[in-house]
């Protein structure tokens, strides 16, 4: 710890165990590949849909069921102020795998990404008392007042691409993952993570702040 202190702790949480030591340079090389089989199960509880032409003119489509849960809460908190357990719960072990195979695609972490096991990624936030916790007309405009965070994250995006692109050079040349290029990343994600929890999931009321730090 370092002293510094970066304002109130925001409910949505999140971090990256730093890998400090070498990575699967193998792995890293070609993680653009190793990704797909974990890429297609994520898309298969995720609501991903895919879609293949024959020569023939016909077309054979294929999507998944699930994703994040947002309509049903939205109508829950509104109606009768309550956020059903096994929504929660679903929202955030789904966000939890997506996160993991997000980090493991920006080369973060070089062990596969698990369908269950935390791993080195840690994503939490409380589960709301929707009555006492939450405004029920708030998620009406959430996605409307969180305008501003998309348009920042656009570009924060941008950057996480081109020093994504850095990082494996690094990884093939030394072995490790540069740390201020770590720290950038995970930034972001928990940026994301954080307007998703206010905007999507709609499980805090906090509005996030304009921080990659924690």
Same mark, same amino acid.
């Not at 679903?90 to 070089?110: C, G, H, K, P, S």
């Given at each position: 710890? $370092? @002293?510094?202190?970066?304002?109130?702790?925001?409910?949505?949480t999140?971090?990256?165990?730093?890998?400090?030591?070498?990575?699967?340079?193998?792995?890293?090389?070609?993680?653009?590949?190793?990704?797909?089989?974990? +890429?297609?199960?994520? @898309? %298969?509880?995720? @609501?991903g849909?895919?879609?293949?032409?024959?020569? $023939?003119? %016909?077309?054979?489509?294929?999507?998944?069921?699930? @994703?994040? =849960?947002?309509?049903?809460?939205?109508?829950?908190? =509104?109606?009768?102020?309550?956020?059903?357990?096994?929504?929660?719960?679903?929202?955030?072990e789904?966000q939890?795998?997506?996160?993991?195979? =997000?980090?493991?695609?920006?080369?973060? $972490?070089? #062990?596969?990404?698990?369908?269950?096991?935390?791993?080195?990624?840690?994503?939490?936030?409380?589960?709301?008392?929707? %009555?006492?916790d939450?405004?029920?007309?708030?998620?009406l405009?959430?996605?409307?007042?969180?305008?501003?965070?998309?348009i920042?994250?656009?570009f924060?995006d941008?950057?996480?691409?081109?020093t994504?692109?850095? +990082?494996?050079f690094?990884?093939?040349?030394t072995?490790?993952?540069?740390?201020?290029?770590?720290?950038?990343?995970e930034?972001?994600? #928990?940026?994301? $993570? #954080?307007?998703?929890?206010?905007?999507?999931?709609?499980?805090?009321? +906090?509005?996030?702040?304009?921080?990659?730090?924690?």
């Amino acid at each position: 710890m $370092n @002293g510094t202190v970066y304002g109130p702790v925001y409910p949505v949480t999140f971090s990256v165990d730093y890998p400090d030591r070498e990575l699967d340079r193998v792995t890293s090389f070609f993680r653009i590949f190793t990704i797909i089989p974990i +890429a297609i199960v994520l @898309g %298969a509880v995720a @609501g991903g849909t895919w879609e293949w032409s024959y020569r $023939n003119g %016909a077309t054979a489509f294929a999507a998944g069921a699930g @994703g994040l =849960l947002f309509f049903g809460p939205l109508l829950m908190i =509104l109606f009768r102020q309550k956020y059903p357990r096994w929504w929660f719960d679903w929202n955030l072990e789904l966000q939890r795998f997506t996160n993991r195979v =997000l980090i493991y695609l920006a080369l973060m $972490n070089d #062990r596969y990404p698990s369908a269950d096991e935390h791993q080195s990624v840690h994503l939490d936030y409380p589960y709301p008392d929707a %009555a006492r916790d939450l405004n029920r007309w708030l998620p009406l405009v959430k996605w409307l007042l969180a305008i501003p965070h998309y348009i920042v994250l656009f570009f924060l995006d941008i950057g996480v691409f081109f020093t994504v692109i850095a +990082a494996w050079f690094a990884i093939l040349f030394t072995g490790r993952y540069p740390r201020g290029i770590f720290d950038y990343v995970e930034g972001v994600a #928990r940026w994301h $993570n #954080r307007v998703t929890g206010y905007a999507l999931t709609l499980v805090t009321d +906090a509005y996030p702040p304009f921080r990659l730090a924690p």
